[in-house]
């Protein structure tokens, strides 16, 4: 399968990256690390994604600035990343081939060639091993995209994924120039005053029920509104919720223009990506989501806890 993604892409010459939208580190360093190797084969490349804004942390990866948010009038290959169905990609069907590199579960096998493995960590260690099992050296700006993507699906080196297979390939990328120190830094001490006016907004309305097991928190577009963040400054509230003692369900209902998306994080117990793929959406064992076309909170949060069993 490796052999025959990598024939696709050398046979192709105008082709199209993208990742889901509200894109993390895993989505954009995926596709980022693929396209300086793309344009030095001669191809005709465009990076995509439709969000806007794009996630500013991420701004320090090579080639961040190259990043569209509308696909280009030619193309014959689209290759997805990190991206477990097509209606999260953003788009509109295209009639060209379409690699779909991920490593979720619950992929919908959208793609032409399904390049899946939920063995792995992350939808760039994928790419890793493509480019290892076609022979494609690596470089520095590709190690670091690869790397940062690694090291955020993976809680840097945290989260019940890791295994001795993700310290190999960090120690790789290390090896072709990555610079951990840099990209920890760039990822988790450049956060904006309105990132944590957020965090704090999270913090004082949470409700913990189930013996505190279970833990929850809504934010809406006026928290949003008041403390001058992002959509994307919410991407680690939910973590920060799963981080109590006590909680082993952390919900994060996230306001958008006709619903809400919904955030799941685990401990031991529970399969949210169960409870995800129940409700249209997806994820991993422990970290899932799926997008709710209601505003009726508090049926959202009944439905998640008539699914969840502690």
């Not at 889901?20 to 954009?28: F, T």
């Not at 959202?300 to 806890?305: D, E, R, V």
Request: aromatic share 6%; net charge neutral.
């Amino acid at each position: 399968m490796y052999k025959q993604t990598w024939r696709l892409i050398t046979e192709s010459q105008h082709i199209v990256l993208i990742s889901h939208i509200n894109p993390d580190g895993d989505a954009l360093g995926s596709s980022l690390a693929l396209y300086p190797l793309l344009k030095d084969m001669g191809k005709t490349v465009s990076i995509v994604n439709v969000t806007t804004p794009l996630p500013i942390r991420y701004d320090f990866l090579p080639n961040f600035t190259k990043i569209k948010q509308s696909m280009p009038l030619k193309c014959d290959l689209i290759i997805s990343f990190d991206c477990g169905s097509y209606d999260r990609l953003g788009i509109k069907k295209h009639h060209c081939p379409l690699i779909n590199i991920d490593h979720h579960k619950t992929n919908t096998n959208y793609g032409d060639i399904n390049l899946i493995d939920s063995t792995k960590a992350s939808a760039s260690s994928v790419v890793l091993k493509l480019l290892e099992q076609n022979d494609i050296a690596l470089r520095r700006d590709v190690a670091t995209c690869i790397y940062t993507a690694l090291a955020e699906d993976t809680g840097f080196f945290s989260f019940e994924n890791v295994n001795a297979t993700v310290f190999e390939d960090a120690a790789k990328l290390i090896a072709a120039k990555a610079n951990p120190g840099f990209i920890a830094q760039q990822l988790k001490e450049r956060n904006s005053l309105a990132k944590i006016r957020l965090t704090g907004i999270v913090i004082n309305q949470l409700e913990l029920i189930n013996d505190a097991k279970i833990a929850y928190a809504i934010l809406t577009l006026e928290d949003f509104k008041k403390s001058g963040a992002l959509r994307s400054d919410s991407d680690e509230c939910v973590d920060l919720i799963r981080s109590i003692v006590t909680v082993e369900l952390a919900i994060l209902l996230i306001e958008e223009s006709d619903g809400y998306k919904i955030s799941l994080r685990s401990k031991a117990q529970i399969d949210v990506s169960d409870i995800a793929l129940a409700y249209g959406g997806g994820g991993h064992k422990r970290a899932a989501g799926f997008t709710a076309k209601t505003k009726e909170t508090n049926t959202i949060i009944q439905n998640i806890l008539n699914e969840a069993t502690i």
